[in-house]
């Protein structure tokens, strides 16, 4: 009877294992059983291991194989374990010496002529195994750029089985990870091509600087998919840690772009209205993937023509807005996916899209309230920010394009505004006033004078605004004082929260 183990790491969600992959040779008639919760795809691999091995001119045992997946009670997904299972299946049957592989974690998906494919989540896969204490991987080829990312850890790829038994029995050299990467394109919508539209631009301003969701309803051609794109383009570039999560999400989901930088830009989604709840929030077969929500993590969802959006798929937004992940449970296991993600709702103001009180609108008022009605007040209360856009006016239209504010002008207070709120929050663990929580914004030393929230607190007490909408507003008006350099916001500040909130005009 001969043994042997490989290191390998299995992904539940965007959160790595390490799985030690087991094999033993026994006698008794040829066959492979896999054992450890392995799904349909690792399943397979009996085959796909087995051509390869025979192709990359290695002996296959005749043996009765038992491969078996530790910890055996956690559920393993895809095809990442076939190269570490050929390694250890070769180890266990005297072709090669395994000793090179010791604390090791090998990665992979195998062709059946032996040539080794990339996988999706080397990025979180490479980071469980550094968490423990791994400091060595070897990757697939494609994958080795996306590896590298992970500080600590000597990685090195290979493109063929052949090439990693040269490496184990023969010492031969593995191919090294990219050393010049190019850097991505930057550049995008800019703020200034916006033609007027100043509560709009001011509405973003505070909600980039807060990290307040967004609903900007007007006519078509006001403005709301332009400001909406260009929301990114003011908010900060991710520090290591957002920068981590988010890239983690995309690799998970096969979206990484080729080079295998980290992300550092905030991710814009922009699902179109005929999107399903599992495209949204997150599904698929057996064990769910990320959708929009979550691959819009630190960044920003935006749901243009949102009262088009399908009823339960705009209600199921509404959980993941108050806790920022998604927690999904389906028939293949649970996995949780993060979804601090900033929603911009665009709308038009009745079905037949004219302004109301337009000449020209065909639409009754109660066929109006219909329409916009598909916006349940459950989730628009969730809605920080809430302005309507007028038409842009011919004068607006035809101004100079360099009279309006650039988004690296922008983003300059945002940044600053966005650093006096860390440093506020600090001690709480939070870093946008978006995240703080009521309860710490009504009482000392945070507590706001009564003088400056009696406006406020008649709205609440009359019922035109929710004890949601009361601590959203407050949270606003910290980010309106933090925009405008001070260490408090004031009854103006306030109000100004109030008008962006209730969509009010001046």
Request: proline share 8%; charged share 20%.
């Amino acid at each position: 009877m001969s043994y042997a183990k490989v290191l390998c790491v299995g992904l539940v969600g965007v959160t790595g294992h390490l799985v030690e992959v087991e094999v033993d040779l026994a006698a008794g008639l040829p066959a492979v059983v896999i054992s450890g919760l392995p799904d349909t795809a690792l399943h397979e691999a009996r085959d796909r291991v087995r051509a390869a091995v025979v192709n990359s001119g290695q002996r296959w045992p005749n043996r009765r194989i038992t491969l078996n997946l530790l910890p055996a009670t956690l559920p393993k997904f895809g095809s990442a374990f076939d190269l570490a299972i050929a390694a250890a299946l070769l180890g266990g049957s005297g072709e090669l010496p395994l000793l090179p592989l010791e604390g090791v974690v090998v990665l992979g998906e195998l062709g059946l002529d032996g040539t080794v494919r990339p996988v999706r989540g080397v990025l979180p896969m490479v980071a469980a195994a550094a968490r423990e204490g791994v400091t060595r991987v070897i990757v697939p080829a494609a994958n080795a750029a996306e590896a590298a990312v992970i500080p600590g850890i000597r990685v090195r790829a290979v493109d063929t089985l052949h090439r990693l038994v040269a490496f184990v029995r023969d010492g031969s050299p593995l191919i090294e990870p990219p050393a010049d990467i190019p850097a991505p394109v930057t550049g995008g919508p800019d703020l200034a091509e916006v033609a007027g539209q100043h509560m709009g631009r001011r509405a973003l301003e505070v909600a980039a600087a807060g990290g307040h969701h967004v609903a900007l309803l007007g006519p078509p051609g006001a403005g709301k998919t332009m400001l909406a794109e260009r929301l990114p383009s003011i908010l900060p570039e991710l520090d290591d840690e957002a920068a981590l999560e988010v890239t983690a999400l995309h690799s998970v989901a096969g979206l990484l772009p080729p080079g295998g930088r980290l992300l550092r830009r905030p991710p814009f989604q922009a699902p179109h209205h005929t999107a399903t709840v599992p495209s949204l929030v997150g599904g698929g077969s057996g064990l769910a993937r990320p959708g929009a929500l979550s691959l819009a993590h630190r960044g920003v969802l935006f749901l243009d023509e949102a009262p088009e959006f399908s009823k339960g798929a705009l209600e199921a937004l509404r959980q993941p807005l108050e806790d920022g992940r998604v927690q999904l449970s389906r028939s293949g296991g649970g996995t949780v996916y993060p979804a601090r993600t900033q929603l911009v709702l665009a709308a038009n103001p009745c079905p037949c899209a004219k302004p109301a009180g337009d000449s020209h609108c065909e639409c009754t008022p109660l066929v109006r309230r219909r329409y916009l009605g598909r916006l349940s007040g459950p989730l628009l209360d969730r809605i920080d920010v809430q302005v309507r856009l007028m038409p842009v006016r011919a004068a607006e239209l035809m101004s100079s394009q360099g009279d309006a504010e650039s988004s690296a002008a922008v983003a300059a207070r945002v940044a600053a505004a966005r650093q006096a709120a860390a440093t506020r929050w600090a001690g709480l663990g939070h870093r946008l006033n978006a995240e703080v929580g009521g309860p710490h914004l009504r009482q000392p030393p945070w507590r706001l004078p009564g003088r400056d929230t009696a406006e406020l607190r008649g709205r609440l007490d009359s019922g035109s605004l929710s004890a949601r909408g009361f601590d959203r507003v407050i949270r606003m008006a910290w980010t309106i004082a933090d925009l405008d350099g001070r260490d408090r916001p004031d009854r103006e500040d306030v109000r100004e929260a109030i008008q962006l909130r209730t969509g009010e005009a001046t």
